[in-house]
């Protein structure tokens, strides 16, 4: 690695993880190795807190995650909040209701949790990703029967939503153009896809971009220090901020074209071929 680079942010879903959900070993090693030189290697994901293998990066040397897409900085030894970016009740609810009027599936992340609409519970098989994420979105999430309400009742305070929509017959993606419209006329959100035709929204001006300035800044590490890895729309944000951006094999071609340098998929540890192929720089 060259000696600036002092900070690597890794995406997890098409980039740290394999299609399984699952870390290969020679990610794995790859991380010791920049951690034993004194690198901070930090997790730069849309997931929630609880949706991070905590205890499996800590002891890879991992400290700390941007989650929610720049929402919510936490660190691992004492599972902090360092800084979080939320959406309030009065302006998601209003936004829920609309939204539940559509046949899409919904997510709220809250406090490092996840919340899910009751009635998208029996239909998780029937959304496109791999088996693997459907598996990860049954067990972390906490279902209620009307979210808005869940919400404003407790007055609780939303890091991220996330929609995913079903394929229809044609192809494409029930309500999916509906949304980008109604999400469109709304300058107090900022929306990405995360990934598999989902739409996620943030407070507006929230990214994973300013997750990384802001744990930069509590870390002191300057962002000319830095390096990303990604591979969907929602990493574009930090891979234009840090130093060196770094695309996956199986990235989109808008996230390509923006890199410094393309590694192998997800699925041949590309993530370990980045961060062997800047430590033999050294």
């Not at 539940?100 to 996840?114: E, L, V």
């Not at 007055?155 to 949304?179: C, E, I, P, W």
């Not at 300035?213 to 929602?234: F, R, V």
């Not at 340098?261 to 192929?277: C, M, Q, R, W, Y």
Request: proline letters at 3%.
């Amino acid at each position: 690695m060259s000696k600036n680079i002092r900070l690597i942010a890794l995406d997890m879903d098409g980039t740290l993880f394999n299609t399984q959900s699952e870390i290969t070993e020679e990610n794995q090693q790859a991380i010791r190795a920049a951690c034993d030189r004194g690198v901070t290697v930090v997790i730069s994901t849309g997931r929630p807190y609880i949706g991070l293998p905590k205890e499996q990066l800590f002891a890879l040397g991992v400290q700390y995650a941007i989650t929610t897409n720049g929402a919510a900085l936490y660190r691992f030894a004492d599972d902090a909040l360092l800084h979080a970016d939320y959406m309030t009740p009065e302006l998601i609810c209003p936004m829920i209701e609309e939204l539940q009027k559509k046949d899409i599936h919904m997510d709220a992340f809250i406090d490092g949790g996840c919340y899910c609409v009751a009635s998208c519970r029996d239909k998780i098989d029937l959304l496109s990703m791999p088996a693997s994420i459907r598996e990860y979105i049954k067990k972390t999430r906490v279902f209620v029967p009307d979210l808005a309400a869940y919400i404003r009742e407790r007055q609780l305070s939303v890091q991220k939503m996330t929609l995913n929509f079903y394929r229809q017959s044609d192809g494409s993606f029930l309500a999916r153009d509906h949304v980008i419209q109604y999400l469109s006329a709304h300058d107090a959100v900022s929306f990405v896809s995360g990934g598999y035709h989902n739409i996620e929204f943030t407070k507006y001006g929230v990214t994973k971009g300013t997750g990384l300035k802001n744990l930069c800044g509590q870390l002191q590490i300057p962002l000319s220090e830095t390096m990303a890895c990604g591979d969907t729309e929602n990493d574009i944000p930090i891979l234009t901020t840090a130093a060196v951006a770094v695309a996956m094999g199986n990235a989109t071609p808008e996230v390509k074209e923006i890199a410094d340098f393309v590694t192998l998929t997800n699925d041949e540890s590309g993530v370990a071929k980045a961060i062997n192929h800047f430590l033999c720089q050294e």
